[in-house]
């Protein structure tokens, strides 16, 4: 009984990462997207001529809109999965978490490139973003500048750079031509990857907490329940989970559309430190409130206590149903875990800029038909930009038997496939490239 | 014998602890939490019970700043309801519904000796002149980030959200006018003499003298921005409470030195995230070791090429 318990796990061991072939790149969903991305696109220009106003619903009170509040400070929190499962597998060495590792990287890569696009468009003088070249010209103290500075080198360089081990992958299947070429940048890049690696840690815990410090400076304009002096702390902490239950998320989301098996093992262990990482930051923010006194105002009948309310309680029943699916292996209570707790993490990072954000009492902000179209169209841009590496590159993890039925599939679809020496060895262990010998795996 | 290169980096790490924890904690005042006041501080000093509201500072502070009148509000006449992007300076009304004592309010940037909007600034577009200390805008540092709307306590500066070249606008107390040795436009203008021009110190004692001489016709006996905020260059006297005004009760300590204390801290000289990365570096190099041996491993057993 063990031992095929045993088996079965086996056969779901998420092995290596592998294409998702065998499904169209172009159909509905992705036309549907691009399109959103065109008429984003569009817009901008229009933006760009005629400023702020007309395409926002931003005011002198609220001088802050969706692009950055939702765009920046939200999807970047859910993109901080490089950083999250990062630390997790590499400083923590938790070594299942390796297997999440490419999904991480590329979700965030997509996340914080499109959220930088995003913050282009909505600084009013763009055309000055030159001063970040001169580091004596920057406001070292000012979190927005950390933000900013910080946030950008990022996500240009060791987000953009562990991105491309993938892409060189691909190089060294595509033509075996390119091996030895391939080969030397490989080592090159391994020789600087710690230095890159430590700084894809230190970068984002900078500027994930510099987002909550950027609400410090508006003071009481904030709702007692939201503005503390531990608002860098729960942002990053937020980011935490929120990244992890964004990356094991979609794992699991992917696998179900493509119909992957999924490894247990890895997504309890994810799980399991996601559920910690809830109840330690719930901890934390319960107790931020009731040190502060503000615990009386959550009982308030008003928008700032139900958002609060909706918030917890969203996080909590994700915490627990997390916590649950651990033991019951219960794989939809474990997906469902994710999806809630981070929705919830969502509205924890939307809500000091924009829902408890109270900059006098008839000031009113509601993002304009254009803005959530450019929004939209830039969150669609991430997606498209994953549905083409997802099917394209080795991102999503799978077990071994999904390399062997994409060489199945492609020995079928495209026989030519063994000139490039892609698929060095068939199902059965057989050398296909040019001259070699058949070969059982293992021998 | 010879010292290797992670013998190197560790000892450094190591002398750095202590170093790193004392620059951070052990950095008791910072500049900006003891706030110097600039060496020839100007400022405004309104007087709240002597005011009229005939709205002449407006008229003339457009016509000193060289904008067009504001008559977006009925098409004729320059009365803009708030601060905006073409108005630096305005005439409010506080007029309770219960019929007890009224009054008018100047608004216009407070320049205070620290300000927040200077703080949060990415570029230093807003600038505190260490001379002057009027807070001045850079149309060429500006990013248009809209920072300074959120963080500036009295909600002063204010965006252009028409036009591609969007401006910041917020009263720069003349700056052009006073280098030529002219007094800023509201004040040159102004029929009562409720808001006048001249250096701070000068301002605070008229203000005090005008306290002590007419007792319990000033709001506390107290001037708003004495103190307030860490101290402002505009300086206000009301018999209506000030928050009514739209000056809030931030207490004697500046916005910026209150919250950002500890970011600031923690970035001073960049210390401890220096001394975080030199560890995060050695943990890495060893878990990278690791998990290349066991990925090489894992080639040999499959013959699949190993993942990094």
């Not at chain 1, 509905?28 to 959103?36: A, K, N, Y």
Request: glycine share 8%.
């Amino acid at each position: 009984m063990s031992s095929a318990a045993a088996e079965i796990n086996r056969s779901d061991r998420w092995e290596r990462a592998v294409p998702v072939y065998g499904f169209p790149v172009v159909n509905g969903f992705f036309i549907g997207l691009s399109v959103l991305v065109l008429v984003a696109l569009i817009l901008t220009a229009y933006r760009e001529l005629a400023g702020l106003g007309p395409v926002s619903g931003m005011n002198d009170a609220y001088g802050w809109g969706i692009w950055k509040t939702f765009n920046v400070m939200v999807l970047t929190a859910l993109g901080s999965g490089a950083f999250a499962v990062g630390i997790a597998a590499w400083v923590f060495r938790r070594k299942k978490l390796h297997a999440l590792m490419r999904m991480a990287l590329l979700t965030s890569f997509l996340a914080y490139a499109c959220g930088l696009l995003l913050l282009g468009i909505d600084a009013g003088r763009p055309w000055n973003f030159y001063w970040i070249v001169f580091p004596w010209k920057w406001n070292m103290h000012s979190p927005l500048a950390e933000v900013a500075i910080c946030m950008s080198i990022y996500a240009m360089i060791p987000l953009a750079v562990e991105n491309i081990p993938p892409v060189l992958e691909r190089l060294w299947y595509f033509d075996s031509r390119l091996r030895p070429g391939v080969e030397t940048i490989e080592k090159r890049l391994h020789y600087f990857f710690p230095w890159i690696i430590a700084a894809a840690y230190l970068l984002p815990g900078m500027h994930q907490s510099s987002l909550g410090a950027l609400m410090l400076l508006a003071g009481e304009r904030v709702h007692p329940l939201w503005q503390s002096p531990l608002l860098p702390v729960l942002y990053l902490g937020a980011a935490t989970f929120m990244s992890f239950g964004c990356v094991a998320g979609t794992t699991m989301l992917c696998c179900l559309v493509w119909k992957r098996g999924m490894d247990m093992d890895v997504l309890d262990e994810a799980a399991r430190i996601t559920a910690w990482l809830i109840f330690v930051w719930l901890g934390l923010r319960l107790l931020d409130i009731m040190i502060r006194g503000a615990l009386g105002t959550a009982f308030h009948f008003d928008r700032f206590a139900g958002v609060f309310w909706l918030e917890v309680l969203l996080i909590a029943i994700g915490g627990v149903l997390l916590w649950r699916s651990l033991r019951t292996h219960d794989k939809q209570s474990m997906f469902v875990g994710y999806v809630l707790s981070s929705a919830g993490g969502m509205i924890y990072r939307f809500s000091p800029t924009t829902l408890a954000f109270r900059p006098n009492p008839e000031a009113l902000y509601f993002p304009a038909t254009v803005e959530i179209l450019v929004s939209l169209g830039f969150i669609s841009l991430g997606v498209v930009g994953f549905l083409v590496a997802v099917k394209r590159f080795a991102i999503l993890p799978a077990p071994l038997q999904e390399w062997h039925d994409m060489a199945s599939y492609f020995r079928f679809r495209r026989p030519y496939i063994r000139w490039t020496g892609y698929f060095k060895y068939g199902f059965f262990g057989e050398d296909e490239t040019e001259g070699g010998e058949y070969r059982v795996s293992g021998d | 014998m010879a010292i290797t290169r992670r013998e190197l980096i560790t000892g450094i790490a190591k002398a750095g602890v202590p170093a790193a924890v004392a620059v951070t904690v052990g950095t008791e005042t910072l500049k900006a939490e003891t706030i110097p006041v600039p060496s020839a501080a100007v400022g405004l000093l309104y007087d709240a019970t002597i005011c009229i509201g005939c709205k002449a500072c407006v008229a003339a502070c457009a016509e000193a700043n060289d904008t067009p009148p504001d008559t977006r509000g009925d098409a004729l006449h320059q009365a803009p309801s708030d601060l905006n992007d073409l108005t630096r300076n305005v005439i409010k009304l506080y007029k309770p519904e219960d019929g007890s004592a009224f009054s008018f309010v100047k608004r216009q940037c407070m320049h205070c000796l620290d300000p927040a909007c200077a703080a949060g600034c990415p570029f230093q577009a807003l600038h505190k002149d260490p001379e002057s200390g009027v807070v001045n805008w850079t149309a060429e540092k500006c990013i248009g980030c809209r920072y300074c709307t959120i963080t500036c306590p009295y909600h002063i500066p204010r965006f252009q959200w028409a036009g591609f070249n969007p401006r910041v606008t917020k009263c720069e107390l003349c700056s052009h006018r006073l280098e030529k040795g002219l007094k800023p436009g509201c004040t040159s203008v102004c029929p009562t003499g409720a808001v006048i021009f001249g250096p701070r110190p000068v301002l605070l004692l008229e203000a005090k003298r005008r306290i002590q001489n007419s007792p319990g016709r000033y709001y506390q006996d107290r001037v708003y921005g004495e103190l307030d905020n860490g101290g402002t260059q505009a300086l206000y006297l009301s018999h209506v409470p000030f928050e009514k005004l739209g000056l809030p009760e931030l207490g004697p300590e500046s916005v910026p030195a209150k919250t950002l204390r500890w970011q600031r801290r923690f970035y001073q000289y960049f210390a401890l995230p220096a001394l975080l990365y030199a560890g995060l570096v050695q943990v890495i190099r060893k878990s990278l070791a690791g998990h290349e041996h066991e990925l090489h491993e894992r080639e040999k057993e499959t013959g699949l090429r190993a993942q990094i």
